[in-house]
């Protein structure tokens, strides 16, 4: 049925959650570099509220850590589609691949600098 005729139903938007479930156990089970960003994460967060950063500091720590993860998220999504339809090694695979891992390290490496930049005085004030 065309989408826009289907009616409104609550069960099956909850049921979208199912879904959504399934792309988590998938990330976790292949993906090894997801597993590291999910752990930093947690220990990010654990650090935050260990050293009671401000609301800002925790709104940039916050929106880093979704923006990484979901970017992790579309690169194994393109990653399934290019060895769906490319098994074989091809030119264009390689750079469609190298792009998506690109964008996943940049917001990587900037949020590692956020984070120097949040927890280094902190830690500093902590430990000394
Ligand atoms: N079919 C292919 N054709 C050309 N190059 C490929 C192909 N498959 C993989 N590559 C190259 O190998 C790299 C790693 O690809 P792979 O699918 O193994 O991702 P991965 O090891 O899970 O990487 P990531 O750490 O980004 O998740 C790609 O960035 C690309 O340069």
Redesign the pocket.
Known sequence: MEKSKKKFSIKERLLTFKHVFCGFKVLWAE????RIHIIVSVIVVILGALLDISLTEWLIVLVLIGLVLSL?II??SI?NI??YI?????????KI??L??AA?FLAAMISVVCRIIIFLPKLCDFFI
């Not at 490319?86 to 390689?94: A, L, Y």
């Open positions: 993906e090894h570099n997801a992790e690169n194994t990653e290019c060895d490319s098994p074989e090694w091809h030119m264009i695979i390689k691949k190298d998506a891992a996943v």
